[in-house]
């Protein structure tokens, strides 16, 4: 009923990378194009995520995985709810992934890799966490100490040292009409 108030199709887009590989950028110009389009969106940020109905938890993989799975069941609920929901988290492993797919349900997942070279991760790192888990300071970071599995059939790739984030943004959305077949302006 929702879903038929709000003219569009709900979806989830799950955006994946190591971390400063640019999903939160990418996340902000996806929001801003749908919403240029007319569509009803929401940004879920993993970091953000993490400072309050996440705050609970750490970074051992089993935390990680409630992580993503508490990510998934907000994002769910928002996707019954009508919106688009814009979802960037390192979600770092296959099986996390699988599991917020099947939370989500296939048809209304769009999974993004945002793959960025870690090197480049570490160039763009303002936070400095790179270099602090290089120096063993922070222990079980993604892409220096605990590994990033790089997904194997994403909906869409962004290659962040090819594509700005606005022309990325440009794609997703374009992929957006082409898949789910809605288009409206405001």
Do not use: H
Not at 27 to 46: H, I, K, P, V, W
């Amino acid at each position: 009923m929702r879903v038929g108030q709000m003219g569009q199709t709900p979806c989830v887009y799950w955006l994946t990378g190591l971390p400063s590989s640019g999903k939160s950028t990418i996340a902000n110009a996806l929001d801003l194009a749908l919403f240029n389009l007319g569509l009803r969106t929401y940004l879920l940020d993993g970091d953000n995520l993490r400072m309050g109905l996440n705050r609970n938890l750490g970074f051992a993989l089993e935390d990680r995985r409630e992580n993503v799975r508490r990510l998934a069941e907000v994002a769910n609920l928002m996707v019954d709810a009508g919106l688009i929901v814009i979802v960037a988290a390192v979600s770092p492993t296959l099986d996390q992934r699988e599991m917020a797919r099947a939370i989500v349900r296939n048809e209304r997942f769009v999974e993004v890799f945002i793959s960025t070279p870690v090197e480049v991760c570490e160039e763009r790192d303002v936070k400095g966490l790179y270099r602090r888990a290089r120096m063993g300071e922070i222990t079980g970071f993604t892409g220096v100490d605990s590994p990033y599995e790089p997904p194997l059939a994403a909906e869409l790739v962004v290659d962040t040292v090819c594509e700005s984030a606005e022309d990325a943004a440009t794609r997703m959305a374009q992929y957006y009409t082409e898949r789910f077949g809605t288009t409206l302006s405001r």
